[in-house]
Each structure stands twice: as C-alpha cells, then as structure tokens.
C-alpha cells in the first residue's frame, strides 16, 4: 500500500526536524510532498537537495485548508498522512496510524494523541526532548497497543485517512483561512458521511510550539479564530465545537451469551432482550438438552466450541463475532425485567459518543429478600471497538479502562 506523507511547511527548522524524524522513524514506502506556505526560500533551498520530495510553493500564507488540499491533488497513494512541520513523529508512529485504519476500514480517519493539543487527543505528559519523546512513544507503543478511542473531533496537526475517503469528502473547505475551524469543519461532514473517528492511543507525536507566523501582530491567532469561527457559523447556523461535542450516533447493540445446558432459563433471558437488541451470538460449550433448540428460535447465530472448559477463550470468541456498535453480555439466567428495559432503552437513546462501558446493578437476592436493593455493579454493556477481553482462570471478568458510566439499570439473576 502506498502512502502520501503531506507536510505544511511553515518554518525551516521546524521542517528539517520534522522531515528527518519521518525518514527515520518510517517503515516501508511512502511518497513525500511539502507545501512550502510562504515560498521560504531556506525551505526551497533544502528540499532542494533532495530528489524525492513533491513541492508546492505559495508565495503568501495560505494555510491548512487550502495547503492540504494542494498536496492531495497531486498525491498518488492509497492513503494520505497530513501533518504540520511542527509535529515530531517516533518509532512505529505510521505502523500504529495504519493499524487504526486497516482495523476500522475505508471510512476511517485516525489521529495520534500528542502533549500540547486540545480535546481528546491531548496527554498529560510532555517531553523536553527528542530522547523523553522516544521513550513516552516507546512506553505508550507497548502499554496501548491496539488501543483506539472514537470521538467526533481529529485536529489537523496531524492525521490519516484514505485517499478514496478525502475526496468523496470533497478535501477541506478553503474558506477556513491559515488555521483553526478547518478541522471541525471537515469532522463534522465526515461524520455526517458515515465516518469514524479515531484517537490511536498507542501513537504519541511531539507538538513543538512554533514561533509566530506575523510576529508584528501579537493578537493575530485570536483575531483568526474569531474570523474563522464566523466563517463555520455562517455556513452551519451553530456552533460547530459544541455540535461535535454532542454529537449522537445510533447505538446499536449485540448481545453475547455462551451457554450450556441452559433449558430451564434460556428462553425467558432471551424473551426478555430480543425485541431491543439489534444482534443474538450465541456460544454453546457442549450442550445435550434442549438450549441450542431454544436459541435457533431467537437467532440463527449460534456457534458450537469444543472447548468446553475454556471458558475466557470461549466468551473471547462470542465477543469477536459481534458485529454492532455496543457488546451486552448476559449468562443464561439472567432477566432484563420491563422497568429495567425501559431504563435500558432511554440510556440507548441518550448515550454519550464517548462511553466505552456502561456498569449495571446485578441482582442476585431471591425468596425472602428479593426486596434487597442490589449494591454491586458489574461492566455489562460495552463498546465492541475497544477490543475489550476477557481474563482470569477461575473468575472471569472484562479488562476494562477508558469512560464507564454507571447506569441505575438492574440485571436480575433468575436462579431456577
């Protein structure tokens, strides 16, 4: 697959870090192309030396919408890399970005975290050096590996998306001068087009403050934003951050069971979800009664696994069947009763973009204290691209980090 790496070149010494960091921290080929915004001739002077760089020249400041949209009018790779010359990438930092999009396909964009941005992609760790960079990239390359968080909003500092993709998406709006608005503006089509979003967390690239591009004007950045954010509530009629923000998506949901010799419960658990979950996947573990019988009523995804006293491979595997936005894991025994039903459907209809789990009563009281309130919750519904597993050998559970909401919903334990 071949990549086009497009670099906003604004400042020379912000370019030769930039540049030499992608020659050496970039694995396979790749085609590179510079804007140089401004027609610095120190910059055309330096890429002049090397025989493999595209090169666009403006003679005044155009900036990133515009700048971007130049270097993919003539890029041919299958995918394009947009990034600013005060952005400093590390080892396996386009291995990770690919990563992203070969998970989530065609319709996917993907941005790094970074230590001095805003929203979700910002960390709270910063590095003083190209050294403390290596090292944070090294230590987040490992500890999150294959970690990605959906969002609604990828700055333009520095992101992937496939080249089909950018130009069914029509590029950037130009009317967004020099910077700011350009990137939510873009988002926010993108997301209307049926795209995701992506922060790859296993990603870390270095802002480096940049000086100032009109240095004769103090306030010329702020005046910039005020101009550009007219520009998108002119042409949306709101508030575009805020729209982002609040951004909803049809959750839909799988629900995931593995079961064995289930008979007795099975049929009320599934009675009680099947008409609001949007996916039945069902594992069964050695069934010799009737369970698999009863499942084939509610499902025609119902898979045998012979291993039978794996339990954790077993919920692994019906988990990575799942096709819908959101994972709900019952066993066999459990009820979702109506009032909690309901409960469940409003909180589907409300969810936050950015809930990766939701944690729910579980009620295990029967006979003369079935009145107990239930007092401990358990991660029942969560995002399934999170790639979240199972663990432990005798008492399983999900491993689970990033936003958990905790939902006054209550899974009923039908011990029969």
Not at 110 to 118: K, L, M, Q, R
Not at 237 to 257: E, I
Request: hydrophobic share 40%.
């Amino acid at each position: 697959m071949q990549i086009s790496i497009i670099i906003l070149a604004q400042q020379e010494e912000l370019l030769k870090q930039c540049l030499s960091r992608i020659r050496l921290y970039t694995e396979g080929s790749y085609e590179l192309i510079v804007i140089n915004d401004g027609a610095s001739e120190e910059i055309t002077r330096w890429v002049g030396l090397s025989n493999d760089i595209k090169t666009i020249t403006n003679a005044q400041f155009v900036g990133v919408a515009k700048g971007y949209n130049q270097g993919a009018a003539i890029a041919t790779g299958d995918r394009l890399v947009f990034i600013r010359d005060h952005m400093a990438v590390s080892e396996r930092w386009l291995a990770n970005l690919n990563a992203c999009l070969d998970k989530y396909g065609d319709n996917a964009i993907a941005g790094p975290v970074s230590n001095d941005i805003s929203g979700t992609q910002r960390v709270s760790f910063d590095c003083d050096n190209m050294e403390q960079l290596n090292n944070a990239s090294k230590g987040l390359s490992i500890i999150k590996k294959g970690r990605y968080q959906s969002v609604t909003r990828i700055i333009s500092n520095l992101f992937i998306i496939n080249n089909e993709c950018f130009r069914k998406l029509e590029g950037f709006d130009e009317r967004f001068l020099l910077e700011s608005y350009e990137d939510d503006d873009f988002c926010y089509r993108a997301l209307q087009a049926g795209c995701s979003l992506y922060v790859t967390e296993d990603c870390f690239v270095r802002y480096v403050a940049p000086p100032s591009l009109f240095p004769e004007i103090p306030n010329w950045y702020f005046l910039q934003l005020e101009h550009n954010k007219a520009v998108a509530r002119e042409k949306w009629g709101f508030d575009l951050t805020a729209a982002l923000l609040n951004w909803k998506q049809p959750v839909t949901v799988s629900l995931c069971m593995v079961v064995k010799n289930n008979e007795a419960t099975l049929e009320e658990c599934l009675l009680s979800v099947s008409k609001w979950v949007d996916e039945i996947v069902i594992v069964d573990i050695g069934s010799t009664d009737r369970t698999k019988e009863i499942a084939l009523k509610f499902t025609g995804f119902v898979v045998d696994y012979e291993g039978t006293h794996d339990l954790v491979k077993a919920r692994n595997l019906c988990f990575s069947l799942a096709t819908q936005k959101y994972i709900l894991w019952l066993e066999a025994e459990d009820v979702v009763l109506p009032k909690d039903a309901e409960k469940f459907k409003y909180m589907l209809a409300h969810m936050g973009w950015n809930t990766d789990s939701v944690a729910m009563y579980d009620h295990y009281s029967f006979g003369e204290n079935s009145n107990m309130a239930p007092t401990s919750r358990t991660n029942r519904l969560v995002k399934r691209e999170r790639d979240y597993k199972w663990v432990g050998a005798v008492n399983q559970y999900l491993d689970i980090q990033g936003n958990i909401v905790q939902a006054d919903i209550c899974i009923t334990h039908n011990k029969k």
